[in-house]
């Protein structure tokens, strides 16, 4: 475990205007890149797109980050301010549709494989289970459990600085998934703590591949 760490209050920087006197002045681009709706590039973007980090906040401020993905072009764009995106079988934790009714401001962050680039799209959000809604985002002759509808209020292209400096892309940096406990292990050392039985994990793992194949969609 990494020592505790007591944040030094004549260290801490507590005002906007503070920030702001450390760092250069924001560059023009970076200003009037930021547009109002969805244009050509942003929509061709969000098609080719098959992930999606969605940030929300409950009514007392408490933030949440959830991902969400599907085949590329599984957000549609209605038009150039309104965006679909199909909300599938979870853990039912319910917390990004919760958020939204709470409180409809939310953030999106797609991704594209292969692409440095990210486009930030910022707005509000309503959950809609309209039946004409939930068939333009069947897969399988699965229907989603609902629609999150978004009302793009700013969108804009963000550089490639953090992916190049994760190397996300490159399969050099790919990992041995098999260097951690499985996500089941996981959870039952986060929780009961008690040991499990290795041949006994290796069932319960195997269960839970075959749940991901039956309730995916």
């Excluded at 992916?163 to 996981?186: G, H, N, V, Y």
């Amino acid at each position: 475990m990494a020592k505790e760490i007591h944040l030094k209050p004549e260290f801490l920087v507590n005002t906007e205007e503070e920030l702001r006197s450390f760092f250069p002045a924001t560059h023009p681009v970076a200003v009037e890149k930021c547009q109002k709706s969805l244009d050509k590039h942003a929509i061709d973007f969000i098609a080719r797109s098959p992930f999606l980090c969605i940030g929300t906040q409950s009514s007392d401020g408490s933030a949440d980050v959830s991902p969400r993905g599907d085949p590329s072009g599984f957000v549609k764009v209605l038009d150039e301010h309104t965006l679909l995106i199909p909300d599938r079988p979870g853990n039912n934790r319910l917390d990004t549709k919760a958020n939204i009714i709470a409180n409809p401001a939310v953030a999106l962050l797609f991704m594209v494989p292969g692409f440095d680039e990210t486009l930030r799209v910022n707005g509000t959000a309503r959950i809609s289970r309209d039946p004409e809604l939930l068939a333009m985002m069947m897969i399988k002759d699965r229907l989603p459990m609902a629609a999150i509808v978004v009302t793009v209020e700013e969108v804009f292209l963000h550089c490639a600085k953090a992916f190049r400096r994760s190397k996300l892309w490159d399969p050099a940096q790919l990992q041995d998934r098999s260097e951690m406990p499985s996500l089941r292990k996981i959870i039952f050392d986060q929780t009961s703590g008690a040991p499990v039985d290795p041949e006994e994990m290796k069932r319960i793992d195997a269960e839970l591949e075959a749940d991901y194949q039956r309730t995916m969609y």
